[in-house]
């Protein structure tokens, strides 16, 4: 199974300040036939399923904010929100869809300092 | 709308038996690969089962082989999970997915509680 592991498991940022969440997966997630990257990001708030923001690693979902952007290939993937919004406190989640298990990051929880 | 809506969950003891089903609407149920994830409250998400399109392939995660089956029933678009054998660890809720090219639309969940 492909293991994912985000950092950090928490992170408090300011309105309008800029926030980071980092994913590694255990083996690489970029399929050469395609050059794609089969690694997604999900945004869940409380009490709610979760909601995909972005896609082949860097495809942002219809209707996400462009706040939300991915970055990284292989191994190494980057969700960055821009300028924090009061409406994305939430936890944050990787996916690799590359293979059988489809397996997630731990979640990075996202709070207003 | 595109939406999913989940039902069949509850209360049920060790060694028991339910049926989840997802009703779909808003799009071509038949054209498109589903899933079943779940999630214990405060925890992560831990991916259960997939079928393709025509229900003539799946896939389980090792801690529920065995245990549970994925079908669908594209006439009806509804998916569902039968779970048997149920154990206390599989308490959590229970999200069925559809696949664009990951999961793109889920449920709200449906809450299985296993205990005695």
């Known amino acids: 199974d492909i293991v994912m592991t985000q950092s950090p498991d928490s992170l408090a940022v300011s309105l309008g300040e800029r926030a980071t969440i980092n994913c590694k997966s255990s083996?690489?997630?970029?399929?050469?036939?395609?050059?794609?990257?089969?690694l997604a990001w999900y945004q869940q708030k409380p009490g709610q399923p979760p909601k995909l923001l972005i896609y082949?690693?860097?495809t942002r979902e219809s209707g996400v904010p462009d706040r939300f952007s991915g970055s990284g290939s292989g191994t190494d993937f980057t969700l960055t929100i821009s300028s924090l919004q009061a409406e994305d406190v939430a936890v944050y989640y990787c996916?690799?869809?590359?293979?059988?298990?489809?397996?997630f990051g731990g979640g990075t929880t996202v709070e207003i300092k | 709308e595109v939406q999913l809506v989940e039902s069949g969950g509850g209360l049920v003891q060790p060694g028991g038996s339910l049926r989840l089903s997802c009703a779909a609407s808003?799009?071509?149920?038949?054209?498109?690969?589903m899933h079943w994830v779940r999630q214990v409250p405060g925890n992560g998400l831990l991916w259960v089962s997939r079928?393709?399109?025509?229900?003539?392939?799946?896939a389980y995660a090792d801690s529920v082989k065995g245990r549970f089956t994925i079908s669908r029933d594209n006439a009806e678009n509804t998916l569902y999970l039968q779970m048997n054998s149920l154990r206390v660890e599989d308490t959590a809720v229970y999200y069925c997915a559809k696949v664009g090219a990951t999961l793109d639309v889920w449920g709200k969940g449906t809450a299985v509680i296993v205990s005695s």
């Open positions: 079928i393709n399109s025509d229900g003539s392939s799946t």
């Open positions: 083996q690489s997630v970029l399929y050469r036939s395609n050059n794609k990257n089969y």
């Open positions: 082949w690693a860097s």
């Open positions: 808003g799009f071509t149920f038949s054209s498109y690969l």
């Open positions: 996916q690799q869809y590359q293979t059988t298990p489809l397996t």
